[in-house]
C-alpha cells in the first residue's frame, strides 16, 4: 500500500513562504496514471485543491493561488514539494497530499492521503 507523510513547519510567519515536503513509499511520484495533489482544509472552509504534479512531471494549480504557489517533486527522493509565499493568516490550515487518479480531488476518499500536517501562519 502507498503511503504518504507531510512534514514541514508547524508555525510560519507571514509574509514568509511555506514550505512542505510530502514523502511517498510503496509507490512512485513517476509511476502513471497518478496525480499528486495538495490539498488543505481550515476551520472557515473546507476542503480546497491547491494543485497537483502528474505522473509526467506537468503541474497544474488553483486559479486562486497559482500566483503564490509552487508544486515540484524530487524522483530521486520520492518526494513532492509544495511551496506557498506570502502566507498569511488566512493560510492557516490542515496541509494534505494525495495520490489520485483524477486531476481534482474533492475528499479524502479519492485516490490515497497523508494524515496532514497543521500549518497556522501566525506573528
Known amino acids: 500500500q502507498v503511503q504518504l507523510q507531510e512534514s514541514g513547519p508547524g508555525l510560519v510567519k507571514p509574509s514568509q513562504t511555506l514550505s512542505l515536503t510530502c514523502t511517498v513509499s510503496?509507490?512512485?511520484?513517476?509511476?502513471?496514471?497518478?496525480?499528486w495533489s495538495w490539498i488543505r482544509q481550515s476551520p472557515g472552509k473546507g476542503l480546497e485543491c491547491m494543485g497537483a504534479?502528474?505522473?509526467?512531471?506537468?503541474?497544474f494549480y488553483s486559479p486562486s493561488l497559482k500566483s503564490r504557489t509552487s508544486i515540484s517533486r524530487d524522483t530521486s527522493k520520492n518526494q513532492v514539494t509544495l511551496q506557498l509565499s506570502s502566507v498569511t493568516p488566512e493560510d492557516t490550515a490542515v496541509y494534505y497530499c494525495?495520490?489520485?487518479?483524477?486531476?481534482?480531488?474533492?475528499?479524502?476518499?479519492?485516490?490515497?492521503w497523508g494524515q496532514g500536517t497543521q500549518v497556522t501562519v501566525s506573528s
Open positions: 494525495a495520490r489520485t487518479r483524477n486531476l481534482e480531488v474533492r475528499d479524502s476518499s479519492e485516490g490515497n
Open positions: 510503496g509507490g512512485s511520484v513517476t509511476a502513471a496514471p497518478y496525480y
Open positions: 504534479i502528474s505522473w509526467r512531471g506537468s503541474i
